[in-house]
């Protein structure tokens, strides 16, 4: 699974890690899956970007302060021979993080390989993110010419949501 450094025409694609798992709570297991390829890709002397979703809105709204140092950012993630973003969109994020996420996506796109690991699937990233001709265009870019692992069929959110309501003193 690791990538392979072919020329122009390799084939390169896009991972989708559903967290999703039947009972339980605990969806880390699907973080440790995406740091498996990432340590494979290393062992197989590739450059690996992983990043959780939180972590990497946080740093591009950081970095646009200092147009090099978000340049910079920028170049990393577009170039890394493999990027792993986890937890994604399980935080909300702004236009220009969105624009940054598209740029980066369309760049590595039929070049170089992304895994995404997320409890939720496109048609939520559509809905959440600000601008919806750019959430169309990073799904697009996300959900063609990708290998699906989907995990289990439980959405963990709307389980816990419904485990909650269910509770004693939910409604008091």
Known sequence: M?????????????WWLRKAISGGSQTSEYSYIAC?????????????FYTRMDVLAR????ARADS???DALLEKLRDADLLI??????????QNI?????????????RLPTVIVSQTDPAYWVQVLPDRVAGDSIV?????NTRWLVLG?????????????DSAGFWE
């Open 98 to 110: 969105a624009s940054d996420l598209f740029g980066v996506l369309a760049d590595r796109e039929h």
């Open 68 to 70: 090099k140092v978000h």
């Open 153 to 165: 069929d439980t959405d963990m959110r709307k389980l816990k949501h419904e485990k909650a309501r």
């Open 2 to 14: 690791a990538p392979s450094r072919g020329g122009a025409g390799s084939q390169r694609q896009y």
């Open 140 to 144: 697009n870019r996300l959900a063609n």
């Open 85 to 94: 973003i986890d937890d994604f969109l399980t935080v909300g994020i702004d």
């Open 36 to 48: 498996a390829i990432g340590i494979a890709a290393c062992h197989s002397e590739h450059s690996v």
């Open 59 to 62: 740093k591009l709204l950081v």
